[in-house]
């Protein structure tokens, strides 16, 4: 695959231009046996994802796209445009069994496989996914590193990575369309063990509050007025059904 000539096209189908780190993210994933693409919110990962699974598309690659769960599928398929199934669904999972019907003798049918959330991936689950995988398939494990892993899982996948067991590639840069988000400069601050900023900066979207308070009972009753009035006005949904 000419991997210039690709990111030359997909950019014309999906009509932005990716940043250089973008280019590498989705060359590297294309040209990789497996890769584990890292990235907070608002980095772009999504948009590496839609170039990947367009590209794949146009040539006649299967690309199987399996999230940790049903919601997190159902999100995905929405903002990709592309239809995704939950990893244990992939899998056939059988419950009288309690085993996955996909294994290395009954290996998943795709070329490509991409794995959102991969840090909630425990070692039973990965392994399951690493013997039903097809001796020619590639594999993209998109997971935010930096962010605390869930208690059930562990460190696998950032232990994988930080050993050198597994290769990475770490997209840094906000968005252009993002970096002017408060909600999103703090989140990047904090982790750079940054001050954060209490307000927007000329230019921003005031998308972060901070409320301070040294009450408990002030405590619960901010919370309250926020989960009542503020954001409901400000999201425009209702506090107690959505």
């Known amino acids: 695959m000419e991997i210039d000539k690709a990111l ?49 598309k146009a040539k006649k690659l299967d690309c199987l796209i399996a999230p940790s769960n049903q919601q997190m599928s159902e999100k995905l398929s929405k903002q990709l445009g592309e239809e995704t199934i939950p990893l244990v669904k992939a ?57 605390p892993a869930p208690a059930h899982a562990g460190n696998l996948i950032y232990d994988l990575v930080h050993e050198g067991t597994l290769p990475s590639l770490h997209l840094k840069e906000l968005h252009q369309h993002r970096s002017t988000s408060l909600l999103l400069e703090n989140l990047a601050r904090s982790r750079r063990q940054e001050d954060i900023l209490p307000q927007a900066p000329e230019g921003f979207s005031a998308d972060f509050f901070q409320l301070k308070s040294n009450d408990p009972d002030e405590t619960i009753g901010k919370v309250i007025e926020l989960a009542k009035n503020r954001l409901p006005k400000k999201l425009k949904c209702d506090p107690i059904q959505d």
């Open 8 to 56: 030359q096209w997909v950019e014309g189908q999906l009509k932005l231009s990716l940043t250089d780190c973008q280019k590498k993210a989705v060359g590297t994933a294309l040209l990789s046996k497996i890769l584990v693409l890292n990235g907070m919110p608002g980095t772009g990962r999504d948009t590496v994802l839609s170039a990947i699974t367009t590209i794949l």
């Open 91 to 147: 899998l056939e999972w059988n419950e009288k069994t309690k085993r996955f019907k996909r294994t290395a003798k009954k290996p998943l049918e795709a070329a490509f496989f991409i794995l959102p959330e991969a840090g909630k991936l425990d070692r039973k689950l990965l392994n399951a996914v690493l013997k039903a995988l097809p001796e020619e398939a590639s594999l993209l494990l998109v997971e935010d590193l930096d962010q």
